[in-house]
């Protein structure tokens, strides 16, 4: 994986990828049950890592970076499959955070 892709470029990338198969994306519903899935699967790996129910022996390790990847391919090609760019959703809620949010958190002192 080269480092320095945007997300224009994951999203070329798994656009490229779907576009190899006749079946293509998921419908929206069934796109948002693959992503609430991949969710649960990524709360299992954390509450393992971080909470207080261990692993059973007979489960399989997976780690907390792959559920996030997992999480991802399936919100890329969610936004693909509604031809939504996720750079421009991106910047919409980072805007919403510089300004409707902007003093809404303590920020750390300048020294």
């Known amino acids: 994986m080269a480092a320095g892709k945007s997300m224009k470029d994951l999203q070329e990338e798994v656009d490229l990828y779907i576009s190899q198969f006749k079946e293509g994306y998921f ?3 069934a ?8 969710l649960g699967e990524l709360a299992r790996e954390v509450n393992h890592h ?3 129910k261990p692993k059973k022996s007979t489960e399989t390790e997976k780690a907390i970076e792959e559920e996030l990847g997992d999480l991802l391919f399936v919100l890329i090609c969610f936004a693909n499959s509604l031809q939504i760019d996720l750079q421009e959703a991106h910047d919409l809620v980072m805007n919403k955070f510089n300004t409707r949010d902007k003093n ?3 920020r750390i002192e300048q020294e």
């Not at 796109?31 to 991949?38: C, F, N, Q, S, V």
């Open 31 to 38: 796109m948002l049950a693959r992503m609430t899935e991949e």
């Open 50 to 52: 971080y909470g207080e």
């Open 27 to 29: 419908s929206p519903l």
């Open 104 to 106: 809404r958190w303590t």
